[in-house]
């Protein structure tokens, strides 16, 4: 569940972030396809990300020195798409042709849709991505920092290690690297399909500074990614236990909602579950 | 040793001079090797620009993406690995992070074909050009020479856009002649000009075809000879106007038989609806036979005498 302090702007967030819960399954549900579980683990660290964190703005989408975001696990682009729109980076009504013939807003993240750097949905590319705007940023002089997510599962690709091995190698302050360790993959949990802790100590071992924070903590997220680099010329990884479906009580912690679309007795059910997540928020403040 | 198998320099000596001397005028060359700047020859330039040499180790998928990433912010990077592993380790990231997200990343492989010889086929890259021409939005490079590898090399730095160079580790000999203008390296360019036969050429094969023309005009058999680095896009209308002229068309390369030149030549001319004695060749469906480069070559057709022979053959 969705955590923050309760000061307004805390609880407006977290508000948002609940909002957008149900943004992401309105829109699973008009195309009937859609990663929804997993899209729902990340939300809230995108929330924080596009809202609190990330210094990009509809006028800056192209400038030079805005911070980059590169979603490794593309397949969670619906949680993108939502935050997108809600930061006025994407326009709301291009929702509408998702998964519909000819759109851009594909089923993974694409860079032809306004907002999104790079494409991905082929896991294990977004790192080595980001390592190459890293540094491309030190080497042009320029101040921003990159961003890159990735799931707990798509940690079993080799192609992330090399990443990962690159990125302290080269002593990369200004990337800054999240997993969204939700603990489950479509066929089962990510400790029986292919155990890959203990990643503290691994991506410690790689050169890395490792924090790891409740994923759903909106304050725990704001504070690891504003701060990073805190150990200076370090690349910085946010290991984020997240819970795969958050927020809608039935989804949680059910591998059978990877990919699965609410029907209508089950969208009400999730409606329910923010109505009361949102009356609660509201009640606090 | 024949003319056009004579010592020259090899391409990769032309890779080193002339991105040291891109790099000169453009701060934004990268070069970005996986522990190939020793295969690349490229000491030279990693001493002389040793900021902007990127080593990312053996490590060929990591290579591309890194690429991919630092070209979406403005860099121009020259990926340089030897060609099997490059395009096929990385395939994926070449299809998703460069044709996919139009990045533009210069890959080019080294010691391409079937360079490696007798090191065995786990070396050999003869399935690239049929993976590349797969891909959307990437052209295919195969200079001939040193003049169409240096053209080869500033047409990469001057395309906004991905690009494949295929690069051999054989000296070559000038297929050109001596010539004062750079080579047109979009286009095919025919090197002699007969109404026998046609060998069209790329990489190189294309020596190999032009002492095969020189061995057929001394028995009154008179062949075209075309250089085609462009793999892709291909150029039809050269490859038309030459298989409108003659009496057999022969394609050449130095790769597999499937999804390479020979096969979009084909294709073409069959589109096209012109009709013309045809043979493609390259290695064939089989476990390739192991030895020098151009033993091999001639043991599938693509040397001297043998083409000689099979254009006779074609004529008959």
Redesign the interface.
Known sequence: MTTCDDEPAGVDLAVRAAEYRLDVIDLIRSAGGGHTAGSLSCLDILTVLYERVLRISPETLRHPERDRYVQSKGHAVEALYVVLAGAGLLDRALLGTYLRFGTNLVGHATGSVPGIEHSTGALGHGLSVGVGMAIAGRQNGLGYRVFVLLGDGELAEGSVWEAAMSAGHYRLGNLVAIVDRNRHQIAGSTAEIMNSEPLAEKFAAFGWTVHEIDGHDLVQIEHALSSAPTVPGRPTMVLADTVKGSGISYMEHDIRWHHRVPDDEEYALARRDVENRIAELRGRA | MSRHTAAGLANLEVLDTTLRDLASSDPAIRVLTADSRISGRLGPFAREFP?RL?E??I?E??L????????????K?FVISPACFLTARAL??I???VG???TAVRLVGISAGISYGALGASHHSIADYAALRAIPGIPVVAPADNCEAEAAIRLAAATDGPLYIRLGKRALACVHGPTSEPVAIEHATRLRTGDDIGIIATGETVGIALEAAEALALGGVEATVVSMPMVRPLDTATLFGVARRVGGLIVAEEHSVHGGLGEACAAALMTEGIPVRFRALGIPDEPIVNGPQLDVLAHYGIGPEQLAALARELLV
């Open positions: 900021d990127v990312l180790g490590a998928q990591n591309v993406g890194v690429a991919a990433g630092l070209a979406s912010c403005g860099m990077p994926e990231q299809k998703v992070d996919y997200s139009g």
